[in-house]
């Protein structure tokens, strides 16, 4: 049994102000650190919301290690990141848009103006220095075959005005974008010669691959000889996860697949120092985005792979070899935080960090003595700072203060963790946030927040959307069950949602939810469900099935209706098989688990939320929603936003978003 982690804040000062939308974006946010190679420094990308200009500026940051001395290292242009060191840790190389186009740079840590490196049409997306240092891999969008519109201007028409876009399959759009004759591909550069190669030539795929995938994605070998590289070539790549890593040898520039036959998704290849070896992270099922993501080992020599976390049953991220002997990864570890573990190739593994169950740790980087490690802690009142750890000691060190000062001028929120008793016997870890000052001896409103993903934890984490800190501020109690689905507490847990959306599920949250609004110090006239994407469905879902216990609702991109969202998505194997196939095959699920078949049920106020530009979730899903309430009379309201995705990306959308969230509880007395 977890104890309780009521973790109270002391630093409150005289004068402390409450948390609202505008001051949550004035927190620097850390992301993208690496450690010299020499453990002396490391370099980090800070970005700063401007709400005035609706955007974002981000530059690198210069720590010192040992002195914890921090000072902003880059000043030109809007965006600067993607850090990379040189091998004598004296020069950093990282992208910047200085020169209007993002191009890869150089500048050394002493000082000095920064020297362009790259000059390509449309700039650079990413890049890796190669360890001999001779080359440069990059990826850059290369035009293959003609658009419509170049076809038709260049034939006897001559429509030279037109907009259209034609296709013979699937898939036509991605995420947030169409997809057109452009594709990401690998380039290397000799940076003595300026020449250039692209290793996917005239090939129609992406790697990184398209929407999420970064530089972690390819990665040299020791020797500089070869490159291994992330890519899914295959002709039904809207319905397949068949991801592979691909082999490039340098000299004879040669291609072969060394994952052939492993049917899920191969990625993130790293070849060990001795160059024996290449890791990488599997999913062992076919078309299964959310299956445990598994480090496999690539012996180069005879060919073989071999799964060495299969005495885990939790999925990893981030790993980086440590030794030849030994690689470094992060896992959620079951009680809503992710851990940072040690794995020996044998597949022994032991957990290195501890005494964070309060909170989340984010990104890893390594120094060349494999005993310095960096990573993020952040948790819902604190935004992430950069820590670094001696293995052997199990020293911890905390290097940046960047929001200390700051948030020590905020009312702070509480919060614990509880495992609560599912109806079936079963656990549920679900994370409390109660409000600055809490006491309970008065009655609060509450939200109950419902994991999107569908397969994500809920982990402790600071971020700009979905603050729980501002609604706390707000003064909301805020329940958040890792229900069935959520990843950290075994595979089988996560693979429970699978065709059981409505069921256990939304039981599991139901049953959260009923423990703490017994509490005496819940208003159970005042109680909301929210959430996003699957969180979103199950703000629907909850709508036609516990309309007695909620007072309102909050849909952010949900899924409305099973079948028109399998019809207008894009990647079809997520449907595939979380809903055991499309509409016409397994129409049972279809008619049991969408929220559109039990609108009739639909009584209180919601609000729904939605990105014209999200293709994951369309927002087609919900107009549909939001017609079906008012044609019903249930009093509804709509935030749409024309040039958002998926998710809220600029300053003062964000500050909107917030401010329609809280104005909407407000209106229908939920506060």
């Given at each position: 049994m977890l104890k309780l982690l009521i973790v109270l804040f002391t630093f409150y000062t005289l004068n402390a102000e409450v948390l609202d939308s505008k001051k949550l974006l004035e927190f620097k946010k850390i992301s993208d650190f690496h450690i010299s190679p020499n453990g002396l420094n490391s370099v980090t990308v800070v970005s700063k919301s401007n709400i005035e200009d609706n955007n974002s500026k981000s530059h690198l940051y210069l720590i010192n290690n040992k002195t914890k001395e921090i000072k902003q290292f880059t000043s030109s242009g809007s965006h600067n990141g993607s850090a990379v060191w040189d091998s004598k840790s004296e020069n950093i190389y990282f992208i910047s848009d200085r020169s209007d186009e993002s191009q890869v740079w150089k500048i050394n840590i002493n000082g000095g103006e920064a020297t362009q490196i790259t000059k390509f049409k449309d700039g650079v997306s990413s890049f890796k220095l190669s360890p001999d240092e001779k080359y440069l891999s990059f990826t850059r969008e290369v035009e293959i075959g003609k658009t419509i519109e170049q076809e038709y201007n260049d034939n006897e028409f001559k429509l030279d005005k037109i907009d259209a876009k034609v296709y013979?399959?699937?898939?036509?759009?991605?995420?947030?974008?169409?997809?057109?004759?452009?594709?990401?591909?690998?380039?290397?550069?000799?940076?003595?010669?300026?020449?250039?190669?692209?290793?996917?030539?005239?090939?129609?795929?992406?790697?990184?691959?398209?929407?999420?995938?970064?530089?972690?994605?390819?990665?040299?070998?020791?020797d500089s000889k070869s490159i291994a590289y992330t890519c899914k070539k295959v002709e039904n790549y809207a319905q397949s996860t068949n991801s592979d890593i691909y082999l490039y040898d340098i000299a004879s520039k040669k291609t072969k697949n060394i994952t052939e036959g492993l049917v899920g998704y191969e990625m993130?290849?790293?070849?060990?120092?001795?160059?024996?070896?290449?890791?990488?992270?599997?999913?062992?099922?076919?078309?299964?985005?959310?299956?445990?993501?598994?480090?496999?080992?690539?012996d180069i020599a005879t060919k073989k792979i071999k799964e060495i976390t299969d005495k885990l049953d939790q999925p990893v991220s981030k790993t980086i070899w440590k030794s030849n002997n030994e690689l470094v990864f992060m896992a959620p570890d079951g009680k809503g935080t992710n851990q940072i573990y040690v794995i020996e190739l044998n597949g022994i593994y032991r957990l290195i960090t501890s005494g964070v169950e309060d909170n989340g740790l984010r990104g890893l980087s390594l120094a060349d003595d494999g005993n310095t490690l960096i990573y993020s802690k952040e948790n819902y009142s604190t935004a992430p700072e950069i820590y670094s750890l001696n293995i052997k000691a199990k020293l911890e060190t905390k290097l940046t203060s960047l929001n200390d000062e700051f948030a020590a001028t905020l009312d702070k929120c509480t919060y614990e963790a509880k495992w609560i008793d599912a109806s079936d016997g079963k656990k549920i870890h679900t994370w409390i946030t109660y409000p600055p000052n809490f006491d309970k001896n008065k009655k609060y409103p509450m939200l109950v927040y419902c994991q999107g993903g569908p397969q994500q934890q809920i982990s402790q984490y600071f971020s700009y959307g979905w603050s729980m800190w501002l609604f706390a501020s707000k003064g909301y109690i805020v329940v958040a069950p890792n229900r069935r689905g959520c990843p950290g507490f075994g595979q089988d847990w996560t693979d429970a949602i699978n065709q059981d959306w409505g069921g256990m599920p939304a039981d599991d949250i139901m049953q959260a939810a009923k423990e703490i609004a017994s509490k005496s110090y819940v208003d159970n006239s005042k109680i909301a469900a929210v959430?996003?994407?699957?969180?979103?469905?199950?703000?629907?879902?909850?709508?036609?099935?516990?309309?007695?216990?909620?007072?309102?609702?909050?849909?952010?991109?949900?899924?409305?209706?099973?079948?028109?969202?399998?019809?207008?998505?894009?990647?079809?194997?997520?449907?595939?098989?979380?809903?055991?196939?499309?509409?016409?095959?397994?129409?049972?699920?279809?008619?049991?688990?969408?929220?559109?078949?039990?609108?009739?049920n639909w009584k209180k106020p919601i609000l729904i939320i939605t990105g014209e530009k999200d293709y994951r979730v369309p927002y087609t899903q919900s107009l549909e929603a939001f017609t079906a309430a008012r044609a019903q009379g249930v009093p509804a309201r709509i935030l749409v936003y024309p040039n958002e995705n998926h998710w809220v990306l600029h300053p003062q959308e964000q500050v909107l978003w917030y401010e329609e969230f809280f104005r909407f509880l407000k209106d229908y007395n939920i506060k």
């Amino acid at each position: 049994m977890l104890k309780l982690l009521i973790v109270l804040f002391t630093f409150y000062t005289l004068n402390a102000e409450v948390l609202d939308s505008k001051k949550l974006l004035e927190f620097k946010k850390i992301s993208d650190f690496h450690i010299s190679p020499n453990g002396l420094n490391s370099v980090t990308v800070v970005s700063k919301s401007n709400i005035e200009d609706n955007n974002s500026k981000s530059h690198l940051y210069l720590i010192n290690n040992k002195t914890k001395e921090i000072k902003q290292f880059t000043s030109s242009g809007s965006h600067n990141g993607s850090a990379v060191w040189d091998s004598k840790s004296e020069n950093i190389y990282f992208i910047s848009d200085r020169s209007d186009e993002s191009q890869v740079w150089k500048i050394n840590i002493n000082g000095g103006e920064a020297t362009q490196i790259t000059k390509f049409k449309d700039g650079v997306s990413s890049f890796k220095l190669s360890p001999d240092e001779k080359y440069l891999s990059f990826t850059r969008e290369v035009e293959i075959g003609k658009t419509i519109e170049q076809e038709y201007n260049d034939n006897e028409f001559k429509l030279d005005k037109i907009d259209a876009k034609v296709y013979d399959d699937l898939m036509l759009r991605h995420w947030d974008h169409y997809e057109d004759n452009k594709w990401s591909h690998i380039y290397i550069m000799d940076l003595k010669s300026g020449d250039t190669t692209d290793i996917m030539v005239n090939e129609e795929f992406d790697s990184p691959m398209s929407p999420f995938g970064g530089r972690e994605q390819y990665n040299w070998s020791a020797d500089s000889k070869s490159i291994a590289y992330t890519c899914k070539k295959v002709e039904n790549y809207a319905q397949s996860t068949n991801s592979d890593i691909y082999l490039y040898d340098i000299a004879s520039k040669k291609t072969k697949n060394i994952t052939e036959g492993l049917v899920g998704y191969e990625m993130d290849p790293i070849f060990s120092p001795d160059g024996k070896y290449i890791a990488f992270h599997s999913m062992e099922r076919a078309s299964y985005e959310a299956d445990k993501t598994r480090i496999m080992l690539y012996d180069i020599a005879t060919k073989k792979i071999k799964e060495i976390t299969d005495k885990l049953d939790q999925p990893v991220s981030k790993t980086i070899w440590k030794s030849n002997n030994e690689l470094v990864f992060m896992a959620p570890d079951g009680k809503g935080t992710n851990q940072i573990y040690v794995i020996e190739l044998n597949g022994i593994y032991r957990l290195i960090t501890s005494g964070v169950e309060d909170n989340g740790l984010r990104g890893l980087s390594l120094a060349d003595d494999g005993n310095t490690l960096i990573y993020s802690k952040e948790n819902y009142s604190t935004a992430p700072e950069i820590y670094s750890l001696n293995i052997k000691a199990k020293l911890e060190t905390k290097l940046t203060s960047l929001n200390d000062e700051f948030a020590a001028t905020l009312d702070k929120c509480t919060y614990e963790a509880k495992w609560i008793d599912a109806s079936d016997g079963k656990k549920i870890h679900t994370w409390i946030t109660y409000p600055p000052n809490f006491d309970k001896n008065k009655k609060y409103p509450m939200l109950v927040y419902c994991q999107g993903g569908p397969q994500q934890q809920i982990s402790q984490y600071f971020s700009y959307g979905w603050s729980m800190w501002l609604f706390a501020s707000k003064g909301y109690i805020v329940v958040a069950p890792n229900r069935r689905g959520c990843p950290g507490f075994g595979q089988d847990w996560t693979d429970a949602i699978n065709q059981d959306w409505g069921g256990m599920p939304a039981d599991d949250i139901m049953q959260a939810a009923k423990e703490i609004a017994s509490k005496s110090y819940v208003d159970n006239s005042k109680i909301a469900a929210v959430g996003a994407s699957a969180g979103g469905y199950m703000a629907f879902w909850l709508a036609g099935q516990q309309s007695e216990f909620f007072n309102a609702f909050v849909s952010h991109c949900g899924v409305f209706n099973l079948y028109s969202m399998y019809g207008s998505t894009e990647e079809l194997f997520f449907p595939n098989f979380d809903y055991g196939g499309a509409y016409w095959e397994n129409e049972e699920f279809y008619k049991k688990n969408s929220p559109h078949n039990f609108v009739r049920n639909w009584k209180k106020p919601i609000l729904i939320i939605t990105g014209e530009k999200d293709y994951r979730v369309p927002y087609t899903q919900s107009l549909e929603a939001f017609t079906a309430a008012r044609a019903q009379g249930v009093p509804a309201r709509i935030l749409v936003y024309p040039n958002e995705n998926h998710w809220v990306l600029h300053p003062q959308e964000q500050v909107l978003w917030y401010e329609e969230f809280f104005r909407f509880l407000k209106d229908y007395n939920i506060k």
